[in-house]
């Protein structure tokens, strides 16, 4: 049975809350917008961080390049509490970290960092240049638990008393597997185990005592150990007679496997805005 630590992988911000930061159709933005070697042009754009764990902050790098044959002076502004925006270095004379002047062809660096969370708001940026908006910058993401949990198991009887005696084994052998890793989640091994103990009976058994807890697969294919369980044999001679004591054991066994989340890369794209109504 699989058990989320936490709510499953929630959208947040769909695109039509971008609407309050429309442009005019026939603004020209003048500006290139890069990251992680993904090139765009236009007026709005969508950085998606893809899958983001809560509360743990993002930082990302975009790149704006002047496709003006001119300087270009902008000015960058948040729209959000849980965005912070300024230029990776500024060239402005008054040091204003959301302030910086481009060249004709140049690109300078902004460093956005975003602090996930459930929000009613659409976090986004707004170039200006003389006081008028240019380019909007919106930043998307999905929250996802940080670690996603796998508990599988039950109760389980160990084989007849003396089967591993007359059999070389104990049996019988049980298989616990949690399937394959989560989307965007990878097995943590370090924190993946077994845990059992014995239900019925007086006869200790663990993992460590008279039974086997058998990793086959540790990966993000699988995740799979074999069980096999000691029942309790006891003989005791008595003037040369034999009494028997066999009991099988029950022990509660359980598989608990920790899977990581490993952030998405960011993505970029182009958003179109309606031009507002006139």
Not at 248 to 268: E, T
Request: with cysteine; charged share 20%.
């Amino acid at each position: 049975m699989r058990s989320l630590v936490k709510c499953c992988a929630l959208m947040l911000f769909p695109l039509s809350l971008l609407q309050g930061a429309t442009l005019a159709a026939t603004v020209e933005s003048g500006v290139q917008i890069e990251l992680n070697k993904q090139i765009v042009k236009g007026e709005a754009f969508l950085v998606d961080l893809g899958y983001q764990a809560e509360s743990m902050p993002v930082t990302v790098s975009i790149g704006v390049r002047n496709t003006k044959p001119y300087r270009l002076q902008l000015d960058a502004f948040k729209f959000s509490d849980n965005l912070d925006v300024r230029w990776t270095t500024t060239n402005d004379p008054h040091k204003l970290e959301t302030r910086s002047t481009l060249a004709p062809g140049e690109l300078r660096q902004l460093t956005v960092r975003l602090m996930p969370a459930q929000s009613p708001e659409f976090p986004y940026l707004v170039l200006f240049s003389k006081r008028q908006p240019i380019s909007t910058i919106a930043i998307g993401y999905m929250l996802a638990p940080k670690v996603y949990t796998v508990d599988t198991g039950g109760d389980y009887w160990s084989g007849y008393p003396d089967s591993f005696l007359t059999t070389g084994g104990w049996s019988p052998r049980y298989e616990l597997c949690t399937g394959p890793a989560p989307f965007q989640y990878h097995i943590n091994p370090q924190v993946t185990h077994v845990d059992a103990h014995t239900v019925e009976g007086q006869h200790g058994r663990s993992c460590s005592g008279w039974m086997h807890c058998i990793p086959e697969r540790v990966d993000d294919t699988d995740v799979c150990y074999g069980i096999e369980i000691e029942g309790h044999l006891k003989r005791a001679s008595f003037f040369g007679g034999w009494d028997d004591e066999k009991e099988f054991v029950k022990v509660n066994v359980r598989l608990r496997a920790r899977y990581d989340l490993s952030p998405s890369q960011p993505s970029l794209s182009v958003v179109k805005l309606k031009a507002p109504k006139q």
